[in-house]
C-alpha cells in the first residue's frame, strides 16, 4: 500500500514530526511557488518509495509562521529531514529525483 503525502500545520508539528517514531520529510512550500509545484510529485515518489521508513509531508508556509520561523526558512522549497525530533538534513531550492534520492539514502 501506498504511502501518502500529509499535511502539518503549527499545531501539530511537535506531534507528528518532532515526536514521531520514524524519519520525516517536511516539504515547506506555499501555492504560489512554481518550483514547489513542480517538486510536488517527488513528494509522492518519495513517500511511495521510502514506505515504512520515512513519512512524508507539506507544511505550507503561508500559513504556519511559527514552524517557517523556528526552522529559519526563508526561501522555498526547503526540504527537512527530521529524525526522533532532530534536524538530520537540509536543503533549499528545487531538487531532481536523483538528488534527493541520494540525500535520503545518505540520511536513512
Known amino acids: 500500500m501506498a504511502s501518502a503525502?500529509?499535511?502539518?500545520?503549527?499545531?501539530?508539528?511537535?506531534?507528528?514530526?518532532l515526536k514521531a517514531s520514524n524519519a520525516v520529510l517536511v516539504d515547506f512550500w506555499a501555492p504560489w511557488c512554481g518550483p514547489c509545484r513542480l517538486i510536488a510529485p517527488l513528494m509522492t515518489w518519495a513517500a511511495e518509495t521510502y514506505c515504512g521508513?520515512?513519512?512524508?509531508?507539506?507544511?505550507?508556509?503561508?500559513?504556519?509562521?511559527?514552524?517557517?520561523?523556528?526552522y529559519q526558512v526563508q526561501g522555498i522549497p526547503t526540504l527537512i529531514l527530521?529524525?526522533?525530533g532532530r534536524l538530520v538534513t537540509r536543503h533549499e531550492g528545487a531538487i531532481a529525483q536523483p538528488q534527493l534520492k541520494a540525500?535520503?539514502?545518505?540520511a536513512l
Not at 540525500?103 to 545518505?106: M, R, V
Open 5 to 17: 503525502v500529509v499535511d502539518f500545520t503549527d499545531n501539530g508539528f511537535e506531534t507528528e514530526v
Open 53 to 70: 521508513r520515512l513519512s512524508v509531508g507539506k507544511l505550507e508556509v503561508d500559513g504556519n509562521p511559527a514552524t517557517r520561523d523556528a
Open 82 to 84: 527530521f529524525h526522533h
Open 103 to 106: 540525500l535520503l539514502d545518505a
